[in-house]
């Protein structure tokens, strides 16, 4: 049987995250007899309840699943309530990859409706702003050019995107200006620009919220 575009879907979001029929059986409890089924399109018309589970078990949108385009994160879902867009990397959150397709939407308060637009939440891979963020956190992030020193902020450098602690000074003598790039995790030295260098350092937002695993 020809595989459908919706089958074609699932099965590339289970090899991107490197999992086995058992592994997302696990994940979503269903059999993976049937998880094979979906995705040689044997079976085409997947029920509603098992097609928010196969999502959320791929880390994606049921929309995405069925080819459906995305909502706007501006599509309010009650009051001071909208849907944020999903990354799972930072760098696929601010554009430094051809590919920065928005994993799902999450509903997230927004205190201000003219705002909305600046938001999205990114997973976070990696350990050194631990024990604040830890990997596989998720940061609610608010698009900016500048963030006040001390504060933890996503930056670009080049096509490159790290959340870090950042702080700014004026040097002395040579040392005209510098910023520095602080990570929590101790084991992490700090990174530090000085005069021209620190043009190669761009703020593209401030971290706003943390949500934790369980």
Known sequence: MEMTPTAERIKQRRRA??????????????????????????????????????????????????????????????????????????????????????????????????????????NVKGDSMAPTIDDGDRILVKRRDSVDSGSIAVVMIGDEAFVKRIKYGRGKGAVKSWVELHSINPYYPVRRFENEETNNVRVVGLVVEVSKKL
């Open 17 to 122: 995250l490197g999992l086995s029929y058992q592994r997302l059986a696990e994940r979503t409890g269903i059999a993976r007899s049937t998880l094979q089924r979906y995705e040689t399109g044997n079976i085409r018309n997947i029920p509603l309840d098992k097609l928010n589970v196969l999502a959320e078990g791929l880390e994606t949108s049921a929309r995405f699943i069925l080819g459906m385009p995305e909502p706007s994160n501006a599509e309010p879902i009650g009051s001071e309530i909208y849907k944020v867009p999903v990354f799972d990397s930072v760098s696929a959150g601010f554009g430094a990859y051809a590919d920065s397709r928005v994993m799902c939407y999450i509903p997230t308060y927004i205190e201000h409706s003219g705002e909305k637009e600046d938001f999205l939440w990114i």
